[in-house]
């Protein structure tokens, strides 16, 4: 019966904790461990809006723009993580949306972050091309190769 108690406090516990930054905290201190044991590549997939009209050197500028935000969360969220994608060369894939508007990275958003996956969104500040408030761009990770994929995997590299 004791038994019964701990294992049902346990997974009341780990039922509070999904979703939150602890958990995620957690996971990806997992992960981190589990990939530098079987060498898997830590990447980072910018996840690009085509619906926007956007220039070449405008995409260039929002990717750059997720992949310094991804970054800095990274820094926060999972340092160990980040130190392996330093140290592995900072892979990064920039890929097509296949949803038009904000919904459809937003989609990416919370399948990421419901696999405890790093997230960063770029909002444009509308100097130039897009008004302002626009979301353009999300960056998914940097984390394991292997759940980047379970969420970006079906997309075409730009």
């Given at each position: 019966?004791?038994?019964?108690?701990?294992?049902?406090?346990?997974?009341?516990?780990?039922?509070?904790?999904?979703?939150?930054?602890?958990?995620?905290?957690?996971l990806?201190?997992?992960?981190?461990?589990?990939?530098?044991?079987?060498?898997?590549?830590?990447?980072?997939?910018?996840?690009?809006?085509?619906?926007l009209?956007?220039?070449?050197?405008?995409i260039?500028?929002?990717?750059?723009?997720?992949?310094?935000?991804?970054?800095?969360?990274?820094?926060?969220?999972?340092?160990?993580?980040?130190?392996?994608?330093?140290?592995?060369?900072?892979?990064?894939?920039?890929?097509?949306?296949?949803?038009?508007?904000?919904?459809?990275?937003?989609?990416?958003?919370?399948?990421?972050?419901?696999?405890?996956?790093?997230?960063?969104?770029?909002v444009?500040?509308?100097?130039?091309?897009?008004?302002?408030?626009?979301?353009?761009?999300?960056?998914?990770?940097?984390?394991?190769?292997?759940?980047?994929?379970?969420?970006?995997?079906?997309?075409?590299?730009?």
């Open positions: 019966m004791i038994d019964t108690l701990v294992v049902g406090a346990g997974g009341l516990l780990a039922g509070l904790m999904v979703g939150s930054p602890t958990s995620r905290r957690i990806q201190a997992l992960w981190y461990r589990k990939s530098v044991l079987a060498n898997e590549k830590i990447k980072l997939v910018i996840v690009v809006r085509t619906d009209g956007m220039s070449a050197g405008k260039a500028a929002q990717s750059a723009h997720a992949a310094v935000m991804a970054y800095c969360s990274a820094e926060k969220q999972a340092p160990d993580l980040l130190k392996l994608w330093l140290n592995s060369g900072q892979q990064k894939v920039v890929v097509r949306s296949d949803m038009p508007g904000e919904r459809g990275l937003m989609d990416f958003v919370k399948k990421a972050n419901s696999k405890g996956i790093i997230t960063s969104s770029v444009d500040a509308g100097h130039t091309q897009v008004k302002r408030g626009t979301l353009t761009a999300v960056g998914i990770g940097p984390g394991p190769e292997s759940r980047i994929n379970e969420v970006t995997a079906r997309l075409r590299v730009y």
